[in-house]
T-cell receptor
C-alpha cells in the first residue's frame, strides 16, 4: 500500500473550516483514500473515504485531486470537539493479497481554538 | 450494536508473564488487525488476518503472536512480555468486500514492569 504524508499539526479557529491536507503521490489506481480521527487515546473513528470523486457526508468533505496524488479533508465548521489527531491512509478495496498491511503514519494533530 | 470489543482495557504485568489481549467483533468481518500506538510513532501494525486461519505479519510483529481460529475473535498473545511492549494497543476489523472502512476497538493500555 502507498504511504501518506501529512503535516504534524494545524490550528483552526472555532466555527471556521478546517482543511487538512494529505499527500499520497504513490497511490495506485485501485487504492481508496480513507480518513480517520482519534480523540485523546480512544480508538480511531472513521470519517470518510473516496476513490476519485469528491465525497461529502454528515461529518466532512473529501476533495481528491484529479491526479489522485493528494487529498484534503474539510471540516466545514470546526468545533472544539473536533480537536483530535487525523489520519489519512490509502488502502486497496478489492480482495487481494495486498489489502492486509496498512500504514497509518503519525497523522495531523488539529487544535481547534475558541 | 456493531462493535469491536477489546479486553482488558488496562493491564499491568511483570516481565516474562504470558498474557493475552482478546478482541472480538460482531460484524462478521473477514479482516482483523492489531496495532500498537506509542508517543511520536503513530499507529503501527503488528499482525493482521484476512480470514480464519490466515494471519500475516505487519510492521512490528516481534514479540507477539496471534491466532484466528474463529471469524469473530483475534487474540493478541505476548508469550514473554518485556518493558518495551508497554504501549496502547488497538484491534480493528473490516469487511474485505467493497471499500468497507476499519472499525476500531477502544484500546488496551498495557504496562510491563
Amino acid at each position: 500500500d502507498a504511504k501518506t504524508t501529512q503535516p504534524p499539526s494545524m490550528d483552526c479557529a472555532e466555527g471556521r473550516a478546517a482543511n487538512l491536507p494529505c499527500n499520497h503521490s504513490t497511490i495506485s489506481g485501485n487504492e481508496y483514500v480513507y480518513w480517520y480521527r482519534q480523540i485523546h487515546s480512544q480508538g480511531p473513528q472513521y470519517i470518510i473515504h473516496g476513490l476519485k470523486n469528491n465525497e461529502t457526508n454528515e461529518m466532512a468533505s473529501l476533495i481528491i485531486t484529479e491526479d489522485r496524488k493528494s487529498s484534503t479533508l474539510i471540516l466545514p465548521h470546526a468545533t472544539l470537539r473536533d480537536t483530535a489527531v487525523y489520519y489519512c491512509i490509502v488502502r486497496v478495496a478489492v480482495r487481494s493479497n495486498n489489502t492486509g498491511k496498512l500504514i497509518f503514519g503519525q497523522g495531523t494533530t488539529l487544535q481547534v481554538k475558541p | 450494536e456493531a462493535q469491536v470489543t477489546q479486553n482488558p482495557r488496562y493491564l499491568i504485568t511483570v516481565t516474562g508473564k504470558k498474557l493475552t489481549v482478546t478482541c472480538s467483533q460482531n460484524m462478521n468481518h473477514e479482516y482483523m488487525s492489531w496495532y500498537r500506538q506509542d508517543p511520536g510513532l503513530g499507529l503501527r501494525q503488528i499482525y493482521y488476518s484476512m480470514n480464519v486461519e490466515v494471519t500475516d505479519k505487519g510492521d512490528v510483529p516481534e514479540g507477539y503472536k496471534v491466532s484466528r481460529k474463529e471469524k469473530r475473535n483475534f487474540p493478541l498473545i505476548l508469550e514473554s512480555p518485556s518493558p518495551n511492549q508497554t504501549s496502547l494497543y488497538f484491534c480493528a476489523s473490516s469487511s474485505i468486500t467493497g471499500s468497507s472502512p476499519l472499525h476500531f476497538g477502544n484500546g488496551t493500555r498495557l504496562t510491563v514492569t
